[in-house]
């Protein structure tokens, strides 16, 4: 058995420094009290996305004194919590967090604040936002004019594009794949596709697919030799070949990456959660491998249906679906050898998708540790990287092993997305500027 995926690292965010420098906040409306501006002193280790669902208490737990917001142009939001009524109501300050221009550390500035309204025993502060690129914020609680003390629960972003929920897909080819030693040629990948995209993506509509091959970038090309067995992580040093996103003539596509193989063991392939973009550079990117390499050096090669399942699994990952139950290595998150991860994320939240308590017990897929870097905030973002199989553990018994975001390859199953499912997927392709 072979795990799926879960480079639901938030690698991309990384990238953020250079469109935080480009990016012009242009919100209007500002409520705030411009005496009081209250900066976060948390250490932002958490964040929240539009439409999650998960539990996310520790994000509940930390809104008061910084929580990262992931948010996208022009989109509506709602910042929501559980009032309390033993003290008044907090006000929410947010500020952009981001690379100053000498890239020598991140920084904030105040973009605004909001009183909220009382909906249902909730807080609800709703914000629009002119960003001229995907942008992170930060979130304080004031009350009078020290942070809210007040407890925070049920915390929830929930937001709303302002995009089409159509797309066009870029198919990217890189090296030899399609070639006379693999199983199948471009043009039934691509008519495989087509149809599960056609069956199982249906709350949005794909128009059109594409298929560039990477020795044809006009500017990149060079890198990208037609003959080449490209392992991605190994040839190159980005997993997610996130330069050939942004496809020049293809622009704001949905860009999946098909490779030889993914250099990682039992990997199928690769996405960014909740933040992808679909416009060029980190976090642009899916990336799929046509074999899958073994523990002992071998390799494997995939038929179409075994490809086309991790793609449509990655790019529910894309569109911000969690796996229906979470895995260890999911919700491990490793920083200077302390554990940040929020273990009330094991499962997704949605009420249409059931989730396996047995494979969270199971230890199924345990984490190497990442070590690499030494700046912070990459290591907080980071995901570990995933190194496991499913092992002796029986995915049979699951009642969610038929579910497009269950966690590992089950052999012989049609799979489906849940309504609620579908739901999130158009919403944060409306997100997504495109
Ligand atoms: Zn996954």
């Keep these: ?58 994000a509940s737990a930390n809104l ?39 890239q020598r550390g991140y920084r904030m500035s105040p973009v605004r604040a909001l009183d909220p309204q009382v909906v249902d025993g909730r807080y609800v502060y709703t914000f629009t936002c002119e960003e001229n690129e995907e942008a992170l914020w930060v979130t304080s609680l004031e009350y009078h004019g020290v942070y809210y003390p007040g407890t925070v629960s ?17 198919l990217i080819v890189v090296g030899d794949v399609g070639n006379d030693q693999y199983d199948f040629t471009i043009e039934e990948f691509v008519t495989v596709l087509r149809d ?10 794909v128009d059109t697919i594409y298929v560039n091959h990477a020795e044809n970038h006009p500017t990149l090309g060079h890198k990208y030799p037609a003959k080449i067995l490209w392992v991605a992580g190994k040839t190159s040093e980005d997993e997610m070949l996130s330069e ?25 392939g690769y996405s960014d959660l ?13 990336i799929l491998g046509a ?3 073994a523990a002992d050096g071998s390799e494997e090669a995939q038929p179409i249906k075994a490809i086309v399942e991790t793609a449509l699994h990655e790019i529910g990952h894309f569109f911000g679906l969690r796996h229906t139950t979470a895995t260890r290595n999911d919700l491990r998150r490793v920083v200077n050898g302390f554990d940040y991860g929020d273990y009330s994320n094991i499962e997704d939240g949605l009420e249409d998708t059931p989730y396996c308590s047995d494979l969270l017990k199971s230890g199924l ?65 409306m997100i997504y500027p495109h």
């Design 244 to 268: 050939l996103g942004g496809w020049p003539g293809v622009e704001n596509a949905l860009d999946i990456v098909l490779a030889h193989s993914i250099k990682d063991v039992g990997i199928l």
């Design 64 to 102: 008061a004194h910084g929580v990262v917001l992931d948010v996208h142009p022009k989109a509506n939001y709602q910042l929501s919590f559980d009032a309390d009524s033993t003290i008044g109501a907090p006000r929410l300050h947010l500020f952009r967090y981001f690379m100053d221009k000498q």
């Design 196 to 205: 599960e995209f056609r069956r199982s993506y249906t709350s949005v509509t």
């Design 1 to 58: 058995m072979q795990i799926f995926c879960k480079k639901i690292s938030l690698f991309l965010l990384l990238g953020f420094c250079a469109v935080f420098s480009l990016a012009l906040c242009a919100c209007a409306d500002d409520e705030d009290d411009p005496e009081i501006v209250l900066y976060p002193d948390g250490e932002l280790r958490y964040w929240l996305f539009p439409n999650d669902m998960a539990k996310n208490d520790s």
């Design 365 to 429: 897929l345990k984490s190497q540790e990442s070590t690499e870097s030494d700046i912070r905030i990459k290591n907080f973002w980071k995901q570990t990287l995933p190194l496991g199989r499913a092992g002796s553990f029986n995915v049979e018994s699951c009642p969610d092993n038929g579910n497009y975001m269950f966690p590992t390859v089950v052999d012989d199953r049609d799979l489906v997305f849940s309504e609620q499912q579908l739901e999130i997927i158009r919403k944060t392709l």
């Design 291 to 293: 074999y899958v390499n």
């Design 154 to 170: 049920r915390v929830r972003l929930a937001g709303e594009g302002a995009f089409s929920d159509h797309m066009k897909v870029n």
């Design 274 to 286: 909740f933040s992808g973009n679909m416009g060029g550079g980190s976090g642009s990117t899916v």
